[in-house]
């Protein structure tokens, strides 16, 4: 069974920023063993970016890095941009704290004058979701965010744009 739970962010009613399903692929699955992978293709409006990082805090500085990189492309002025590092940071710390081993597959893709992200990981079943100071802070910082549980599986979408 699937469970959806759709959030506007900053409560903008923004319909341009909400998060298409076939934005991003299917996650993928697999073992990993410390390893950080990096993909992209297409034109530049186009590209997916995606990263796939094991289950640890440690490794949250490379997604808030890349959230950086494809903020700027999308514009982002200097509070917008660390709006996304801050949702990027928030998102992949929830499902670090809900995976201890499963992989955290991060897709990003730049628009101009937004960014959509998809963070998923595996579980190891029910995974409530999030709430109290987590759910303030992603409200604060994007325009819209989605929690989608899915089985064995997790992810969270987010839209961050310039006109939230």
Do not use: Y
């Not at 390893?35 to 997604?63: K, Q």
């Amino acid at each position: 069974m699937t469970q959806t739970t759709n959030h506007a962010g900053n409560d903008a009613g923004n319909d341009a920023s909400t998060i298409d399903a076939g934005t991003f692929g299917a996650g993928t699955s697999g073992a990993v063993n410390d390893a950080v992978t990096v993909g992209t293709g297409g034109a530049v409006e186009d590209d997916v970016i995606t990263l796939r990082l094991p289950a640890s805090a440690r490794w949250i500085r490379l997604a808030r890095l890349v959230a950086t990189g494809v903020a700027n492309s999308a514009g982002f002025d200097a509070d917008t941009l660390e709006d996304a590092r801050v949702a990027v940071d928030e998102v992949c710390g929830l499902l670090v704290e809900r995976t201890p081993t499963s992989p955290i597959d991060v897709a990003f893709r730049a628009a101009t004058g937004s960014i959509h992200v998809r963070a998923s990981c595996r579980v190891g079943g029910e995974v409530d979701p999030p709430d109290g100071l987590a759910v303030d802070v992603l409200k604060a910082v994007t325009t819209s965010w989605d929690w989608i549980a899915d089985g064995g599986s997790v992810a969270i979408e987010f839209v961050v744009s310039t006109d939230k």
